[in-house]
């Protein structure tokens, strides 16, 4: 059974830091391309960041959060480093996995997690 197990989320002041951390298992992700993707209040769920298959470095972030979040990935763990936190970065964060697409459309992606809330306080 494919999983996606996010984690790392919870409840801190604008200004500060988080950081999130998705674990997979069931089967071989080092092809495939791990995103983060959120959904605030009322909202529905956008790109946030990517990045390409182990052994490549290429990454994407959205606009919102260039300059602020690092996605990084080891093994099977896929980690969203997140800085300088604003309160429109609360959000449901979801992890994913793509085999074949484009990385900021939602509906390429073929597992998700389950979700981890972040709150950022003002």
């Known amino acids: 059974q494919v999983q996606l197990v996010e984690s790392g989320g919870g409840l801190v002041q604008a200004g500060g830091s988080l950081r999130l951390s998705c674990a997979a298992s069931g089967r071989t992700f080092s092809t495939y391309v791990m995103g983060w993707f959120r959904q605030a209040p009322g909202k529905e769920r956008a790109f946030v960041a990517a990045?390409?298959?182990?052994?490549?470095?290429t990454t994407e972030y959205a606009d919102s959060v260039k300059g602020r979040f690092t996605i990084s990935r080891e093994d099977s763990m896929v980690y969203l480093q997140m800085e300088s936190l604003r309160p429109e970065d609360t959000a449901v964060y979801y992890c994913?996995?793509?085999?074949?697409?484009?990385?900021?459309?939602?509906?390429?992606?073929?597992?998700w997690g389950q979700g981890t809330q972040v709150t950022v306080s003002s």
């Open positions: 990045i390409g298959w182990s052994g490549h470095s």
């Open positions: 994913a996995a793509l085999n074949v697409g484009t990385w900021v459309r939602e509906e390429d992606y073929e597992y």
